[in-house]
């Protein structure tokens, strides 16, 4: 066979994509950029906070750009431990493991803790990384309708494994709304199970002092509860983290392969996340400003006649009325000067195509208007109710 044709199959693939619409593109966010931001998971802020730039620029000074190796051979520093008992004392758990991504921390969680001879019960609407873990864990794996309380307990009751595991996000990274967790950890005790919870979207937003929905229902720190955390939101730096029992953590050293063979996460990382940490002690007002930003965009977007999400935190969903459309209007917003998200099957698990908006602490009054002022003016036909 000629061996310039061997990958000739992607451009069918590429065209099958072009003509649905889900073509993507990268697209460099500049230094300077004067755009309005509601595309980033920034939700508090903080990326560009000196306080949390400058230590991450000391840290890469004293300990080098990268971590140099995995977290077992090179890679762990003094920052790594103290950072993990820093999140550990913060949202309220025994001990911590922190991992070079969000992505990994959820592979980590979900295959160290299933596998073979095990069930897993997730929810339909979980993260892209939560079922990667799943697939990689080799378990039987159950699909609950989304928030579907009964339908998990049934999975858990029917199931053929004696060990269960229940996979969530707290907040839901598509239209932002809120599992019932405490509801839902009552399930899990009836039927025997673990609950692991993604807290990424909810840390810092939600909870008492911005220690996420886990806090705020009541479950965080429970002996049959594991929470995964994002460094790269709330807390403006980069990675990710599992939280739980101390015996879980251990276990995740030894067994979760995502952890023994991957690079660990950068100093530079390690040290901006603990400074976000120090400011939202210090300034415990930030989650409720996120929060009331997001329910500003919400109302007002409605107001002009839009589908909305009801924002829990920081994620506000508008729906589009189809992927072109939704490409088209998030560009028309850019072109406008406000940068939005657009999300588009197979990306969002209900196939419904929409921009989505996150919420910041240090949006001004006049930044939220002036956002609501262009979304709705770039809104396609057949956007509004």
Known sequence: MDPTR???????????RRAAGLTRQLRPRRADSDLLDLASNDYLGLARDKRISG???????RWGAGATGSRLVTGSTDLHGELEQELAR???????????????????????LSGRGSAIVTDAY????????????????????????????HA??????ERALVVTESVFSVDGDLAPLGALLEVCRSHGAALVVDDAHALGVRGPGGRGAMA?????????????????K?????????????????HLVDTARSFIFDTGLAPGSAAAALAALAVLRDEPDRPARARHAADALASGLRAAGLTVSAPTAAVVSVRAPSPEAAVTWAADCRTAGVWVGCFRPPSVPDQISRLRL???????????ERAVEVISKCAPAGGRV
């Open 90 to 112: 913060f949202c309220g758990t025994q001990a911590a493991l922190v991992f070079s991504s969000g992505f990994t921390a959820n592979l980590a969680a979900v295959t160290a």
């Open 55 to 61: 230590a991450a620029a000391a840290a890469t000074l």
């Open 216 to 232: 705020e229902a009541g479950v965080i720190g429970e002996p049959d509860v594991v929470t995964t955390l994002t460094l790269s």
């Open 156 to 161: 858990l009751a029917t199931r053929r494994h």
């Open 126 to 153: 979980i993260h892209a990384s939560l079922i990667d873990g799943c697939r990689l864990s080799r378990a039987d794996v159950a699909v609950a309708g989304h928030v579907d309380l009964a339908a998990t307990g």
């Open 358 to 368: 996150t919420a910041r602490a240090d949006l001004t009054d006049t930044e939220l």
């Open 6 to 16: 061997v990958f000739d199959w992607l451009d069918d693939r590429a065209a099958e």
């Open 234 to 250: 709330s807390l403006g730096a980069q990675g990710g983290a599992v939280l739980g029992p101390r015996r879980v953590i251990k």
